[in-house]
C-alpha cells in the first residue's frame, strides 16, 4: 500500500482499456494507479520494482499472455499481488487457465465502473470469490473427477460444508450467518480448508473442488 491506499497495476495492450481503467481507479480515495504494462513481459519487472496489491491483468496480448505472466509472478515473488484478470468473454478457456495459473478472479471489460472498484476491495480483502457463477460454468467443463476425489485432504465435516458455501461464491460473513458461527469461526474453517488442500486462497480451493468432482456446478 501507498499512503493507506490500495496500489493497482494496469496490464491490457490497449491504451483505451488502461486510460478507463486508470480514471476509475484513481477516482476513489483508497485506490490509486502506480504503474502500466501494454503487455505480459513488462509484468514481472513491474511488480517487482511497485510491489502493486493488485494487478489487473488482460488475458489476451500479443507477446507474452495473462495466463504466463501470472505464472511468471506466482514462481518467482516470494509476496505476490492479488490479480483479476479482466477479459470480455467469461465463458473463455483462456479465463479458466489464468485461474489455475494463480489469479484470484476476474472481471469482464464490460463491468460497471462501480463494480470494478468493489472487485479490487473484494479481491484484497479475500474474503469471498469473484464471479463465481463464470467460474462454475467453466468448472463444468473442465472438472468430472470423482466425488470423493478430496478424501485424502482429510476435511472434518464442517469444513467440506464451508467449502461447499465457498464454491458458491458466499462471503465469510455469509457463510457464518449460514452456519450460524462466527466470522472468526469461518475464517478459522477456510484457513484449516486452504491448508489441507494446499490452496493459496480461496479461488484455488473452489477450482480444486471442481476439479475432483467434491462440487458439481448446477
Known amino acids: 500500500m501507498t499512503d493507506g491506499k490500495t496500489t493497482v497495476l494496469l496490464v491490457d495492450d490497449e491504451e483505451l482499456i488502461r486510460a478507463g481503467l486508470r480514471a476509475i481507479i484513481n477516482a476513489e480515495p483508497d485506490l490509486t494507479v502506480v504503474g502500466e504494462a501494454g503487455d505480459g513481459a513488462e509484468v514481472l519487472p513491474l ?9 489487473l491483468m488482460d488475458v489476451r ?13 506466482m514462481e518467482t515473488v516470494a509476496a505476490p499481488p492479488k490479480i ?3 477479459t470480455t468473454f467469461e465463458n473463455d478457456d483462456y479465463v479458466y ?7 484470484n478472479g476476474f472481471l469482464l471489460k464490460r463491468t460497471r465502473p462501480e463494480d470494478i472498484v468493489r472487485a479490487i476491495r473484494m479481491v484484497v480483502s479475500g474474503e469471498s470469490l469473484l464471479f463465481p457463477s463464470a467460474i462454475r460454468a467453466l468448472a463444468a467443463a473442465h472438472g468430472g473427477g470423482r466425488a470423493n476425489g478430496l ?21 465469510n460473513v ?3 450467518e449460514r452456519l450460524f458461527v462466527s466470522v472468526q469461526t469461518v475464517k478459522t474453517h477456510v ?8 490452496a493459496r486462497d480461496r479461488t484455488q480451493a473452489v ?8 462440487v458439481t456446478p448446477g
Open 47 to 55: 511488480v517487482t520494482r511497485l510491489h502493486p496489491d493488485v494487478v
Open 61 to 73: 496480448m500479443p507477446a507474452v499472455d495473462g495466463i504466463q505472466a501470472s505464472k511468471h509472478i
Open 84 to 86: 483479476l484478470v479482466v
Open 97 to 103: 487457465d489464468a485461474l489455475r495459473a494463480g489469479a
Open 151 to 171: 478424501a485424502r485432504a482429510g476435511l472434518t465435516e464442517r469444513e467440506a460444508e464451508v467449502l461447499r458455501l465457498m464454491a458458491t461464491g458466499l462471503s
Open 174 to 176: 455469509e457463510i457464518g
Open 191 to 198: 484457513g484449516n480448508v486452504l491448508a489441507k488442500l494446499g
Open 207 to 214: 477450482i480444486l473442488a471442481y476439479e475432483t468432482g467434491f
